[in-house]
């Protein structure tokens, strides 16, 4: 099954994006930009969100570097905060010795600064949560 998705909903989308996307980069200091994601640093995490204006979705990253190696304990502890994470979801990178936390949210309506606070900072938040749990 296909979902066709007409040329004027689809210039609708792509409007909402690149408006929140706007928005964003007046309110937060853009470290670095492509033509899908913007990164900087929030609140002692390094933060990529990621734009889609087809399906419409913004993706948010956030990133902190672990200081003890992996342990079978920590991935137990990861599918447990998976399990309980309705927004999004945990991962830790033994190898690059990182913590992260991936949560996807519709554009479906423009979204103006303080509900793009109120999200990310919520995702904040649940990583808080998350790299409490795995950094120990």
């Known amino acids: 099954m296909t979902h066709d998705i007409s040329q004027t909903e689809k210039r609708r989308r792509k409007e909402i994006a690149e408006h929140t996307r706007q928005m964003i980069t007046k309110q937060l200091q853009i470290d670095n930009q492509d033509e899908t994601s913007i990164m900087t640093d929030y609140r002692d995490y390094y933060l990529q969100i990621s734009f ?6 913004m993706v948010f990253c956030l990133a902190k570097a672990l200081t003890h190696p992996g342990t ?6 990861t599918n447990h905060l998976n399990l309980r994470s309705v927004l999004g979801s945990h991962a830790i990178n033994d190898e690059v010795g990182c913590y992260s936390y991936r949560a996807t949210h519709w554009l479906d309506t423009e979204l103006e600064a303080d509900r793009f606070y109120e999200i990310l900072d919520r995702c904040v938040d649940e990583a808080n949560r998350g790299f409490v749990k795995l950094a120990v």
Do not use: N, T, Y
């Open 72 to 77: 079978h304990k920590r991935c137990e502890i």
């Open 52 to 57: 889609s204006d087809l399906h419409p979705l």
